[in-house]
């Protein structure tokens, strides 16, 4: 490559990352909530969920599931900050401070604590990422923090009511931070 030919692409490589790095990002708010996922219900899956508020006014989801049964998982938020029972009923039912039916995360009219479906890969690992616009971790009405994120058996069918019909509880972690 000639002098001229190199010194062109350098520029235009220096162009394309300056572009890139002032392109305009939700800054995170500061309020980060964090959740380890314990096994229940004698399985095997845990894992960890992380939510920050976003500049933009929603909440960025992060959930790695490990040590699960492959397949698709229902998971949700739960509305009690407790996950001492064996097969963790003690986090009562879907995280829901709007009244509104179960149904998909994309749905305009669902519970604030429906995240959908995770996939659990042959290796037993999974990861869901999401942004929603019903869960803030700052305190608040509609608070993450303080309450439970189940990993359930099955899939959600982000239909029957109340529940997806996901079945059991595997995996089950208190929210805390803010």
Aim: hydrophobic share 35%; glycine share 16%.
């Amino acid at each position: 490559m000639n002098m001229g030919k190199m010194t062109l692409a350098l520029g235009a490589a220096a162009l394309l990352a300056a572009a890139c790095a002032s392109t305009p990002q939700a800054a995170s708010t500061g309020a980060v909530g964090h959740a380890t996922l314990e096994s229940r219900s004698g399985s095997t899956a845990h894992g960890t969920a992380t939510f920050t508020e976003l500049s933009t006014g929603v909440v960025r989801v992060v959930v790695e599931i490990e040590g699960a049964p492959e397949g698709t998982h229902g998971l949700h938020i739960h509305e009690k900050g407790d996950c001492s029972a064996p097969d963790a009923t003690s986090a009562g039912g879907h995280f829901n401070p709007g009244t509104m039916p179960h149904a998909g995360p994309h749905d305009a009219q669902r519970h604030a604590g429906d995240l959908g479906n995770i996939e659990i890969k042959g290796n037993g690992k999974g990861k869901l990422e999401i942004t929603t616009d019903l869960l803030t971790v700052k305190a608040g009405p509609n608070s993450v923090v303080g309450r439970s994120v189940i990993f359930h058996e099955k899939a959600d069918d982000l239909k029957t009511q109340p529940t997806g019909n996901a079945g059991g509880r595997l995996a089950c972690g208190v929210v805390t931070g803010g």
